[in-house]
């Protein structure tokens, strides 16, 4: 079970990295939209942001799917 509550720490740390960068990436498409709505850089952030959404679903899944697993060992 400790092993679990290792990797559940480490999961809820890289999730908490991928929301700090997807916060200063919309920052940053704000910024790209004030200066040029039709950027080339827009859609390349916009890119970077979907990666990392689909990221942190990945990252979600995991940390539901170890805390389920925690659980049914201690049950």
């Avoid at 991928?18 to 919309?26: E, K, T």
């Avoid at 859609?43 to 979600?60: C, F, G, P, T």
Wanted: proline residues 0%.
């Amino acid at each position: 079970i400790s092993g679990v509550s290792l990797f559940l720490l480490v999961l809820t740390n890289r999730q908490g990295r991928v929301v700090d960068r997807a916060r200063a990436l919309r920052h940053e498409i704000r910024e790209l939209r004030a200066v040029n709505e039709h950027s080339s850089d827009v859609d390349e952030v916009a890119q970077q942001m979907h990666i990392l959404l689909r990221r942190a679903r990945y990252l979600l899944a995991a940390i539901l799917l170890s805390t389920c697993s925690t659980l049914m060992c201690g049950v």
